[in-house]
């Protein structure tokens, strides 16, 4: 038998006063670790007589018991503690007023995309996007483009080197080829937008080589040139706060859609200064149509089942006409004076709830 005192005082003292977890942790050690005082006073209980082991075992059980028992608490009990002081320590008064981050400033870019994402997704689309670097199929064939299309020529494409087989890649010139990409790898109904970086050979007070687009796309069974119409004409009033904007839509041609519509938003021109709303005035804010028969057939979607509607908007565009920014180049100019002008609050978080942003730049 060994020295272990079976009332263990002594050891339920400790576990009393353990001031930590690690503390408490090296009395249970102490006691009831491989080499502890009551793990060894047990395997010691096989070399005592028959009636001796079954009174010693029986003291011995009951003390693990008290002990165990005893750590449990203390163990709640430190844990407790160790909370408490924690949110002690962490403290934070949701009264007082959120500091105003002086320094940074988001983008109008991102703030635009936030808020075209905001309008779309009240109305049940999700967001989809796609690679910058893109396949010739997906940027032009399957969006009814052939190779000797002259559709192509205006696109200003930059193309990567030839590779071995021929074939060369592109950086896409619109945000479409997401369409292609969606309808192949999902069935309808689909109702999706795309917002994302775009790249044309051409660089002036409004065109930049690098630019943002959003891609629309719905297709379902019965999807009409009516729900395109209300479509756009309810995001484009909310987008640009104005319930009675006047809106157009003039007959176009894409490829990729029949009948295809342009769409022009009601300004007037007076002294120069350009106003959104009511004016004689048309602006042309962005493409859209009717998705073409062949264009579904190319993605294995049954034209005479489904059909659908798609549109394109540039967003630098829209961005420079809701708050007043004249040169597309200074989008990408990185100059501090301008973001801290033309940039937005980090807690300016658009959303439909809590209304539209006013139409101008941020303080
Ligand atoms: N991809 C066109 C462009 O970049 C814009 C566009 C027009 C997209 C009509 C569409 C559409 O989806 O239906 O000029």
Known sequence: ???FDPSCDDILREIAGAPSPDALENVRIK???RRGSL???MRALGGLEPEERRRAGAALNAAKERITAALGEAAARLGR???????RRERADVTLPVPVCGAGRIHPISQT???IVAIFGEMGFAVVEG??????FYNFTALNIPPEHPARQEHDTFYLPTRPDGSRLVLRTHTSPVQIRTMLAQRPPIRIIVPGRTFRCDHDATHSPMFHQVEGLVIDRTTHMGHLKGCLIEFLRA???LDDLPVRFRPSYFPFTEPSAEVDIGCSRRHGELRIGAGSDWLEILGS???????LKNCGIDPSEFQGFAFGMGIERVAMLKYGIPDVRAFYDSDLRWLRYYGFLALDVPSLVRGPLPGGAAA
Not at 289 to 295: A, E, K
């Open 1 to 3: 038998m060994t020295d």
């Open 39 to 41: 793990t060894v006073a």
């Open 113 to 115: 995309i936030d808020e």
């Open 289 to 295: 149509g009717m998705v073409h028969p062949q264009v």
């Open 31 to 33: 006691v009831l670790g």
């Open 81 to 87: 503690a160790a909370l408490e002081e924690r949110l």
């Open 131 to 136: 690679p910058h670097i893109e396949e010739d």
């Open 239 to 241: 987008f640009f706060a």
